[in-house]
């Protein structure tokens, strides 16, 4: 019995001895897990942080394309109404375009009418300012055949010659014109009152005169009263004083035949 007892109790001692190395070093790695499990876990946050943050601002990033996104909704259903406007648009305007193709048509022969009766007219009219006159029309007819103007800058023109010649119907003018009296040229001053008269007198007043629709001439007037008259009205022409009544001689209108 003595002799089992020895090496149990050789046995324990070099247990006991032995303990606390072992207790150091499993303790040393129980603490060395610790510290790699603590540093795995913050490292582990970190990346979970991040992942947060990143997702924070996914998440913003959302939010402001929605609100973009509404925005865009909103500003296309304006655009679709001004589409669906600028369509109707369009669509009166090609019917315009074609009604103004077919004014066009009609209207160029209109002007051309209108031109020949102006023609016509001015050739029949008391003959004042005839070279002007009959310039204009000439200048309006050639105009007719420009490719370079439009149809309604040729009926503004034409309109503006009717303009023109009624005005002369409306008011008074005198103005230096050589004419043939009695089968001599003479300077004199011419004095047009609307289309009621065309009369005219010597730059020495002794001779005064009226122009003749009937016999299409000038003739010369033997009533010394008229000459103050046709005087005062150059001078009213000319705006040299202002105007006031006087009597001048008016041929009796006749119908047209």
Request: glycine share 12%; proline share 0%.
């Given at each position: 019995m003595a002799k089992l007892k020895t090496p149990l109790i050789i046995g324990f001692s070099l247990l006991i001895s032995q303990s606390p190395v072992m207790a150091e070093a499993e303790l040393k790695n129980v603490i060395d897990t610790e510290k790699r499990a603590i540093r795995e876990g913050q490292s582990s946050q970190k990346k979970i942080d991040n992942i947060v943050g990143q997702t924070d601002k996914l998440f913003e990033e959302y939010k402001q394309v929605n609100k973009q996104t509404?925005?865009?909704k909103v500003y296309n259903a304006?655009?679709?109404?001004q589409i669906e406007n600028q369509k109707t648009h369009l669509d009166r305007l090609a019917q315009s375009i074609d009604q103004a193709?077919?004014?066009?048509r009609q209207i160029s022969p209109l002007m051309h009418r209108m031109l020949d009766g102006l023609k016509t007219f001015v050739e029949l009219d008391l003959p004042f300012h005839y070279e002007e006159r009959t310039e204009r029309v000439q200048q309006l007819l050639a105009n007719q055949n420009r490719a370079d103007l439009s149809v309604a800058e040729r009926f503004r023109q034409v309109l503006e010659a009717y303009k023109i010649e009624i005005e002369y119907g409306r008011t008074m003018d005198s103005y230096k014109e050589v004419i043939?009296?009695?089968?001599?040229n003479r300077e004199v001053s011419v004095l047009r009152?609307?289309?009621?008269?065309?009369?005219?007198q010597t730059p020495d007043k002794k001779m005064v005169g009226f122009w003749n629709q009937k016999s299409q001439e000038w003739q010369?007037?033997?009533?010394s009263h008229y000459k103050a008259a046709i005087s005062q009205g150059v001078r009213m022409a000319k705006k040299q004083i202002s105007l006031d009544i006087m009597t001048i001689p008016v041929p009796v209108a006749?119908?047209?035949k």
């Open positions: 509404d925005g865009l304006q655009l679709e109404k193709s077919l004014m066009g043939l009296v009695e089968g001599q009152i609307g289309r009621l008269a065309l009369l005219f010369l007037m033997d009533e006749e119908a047209v």
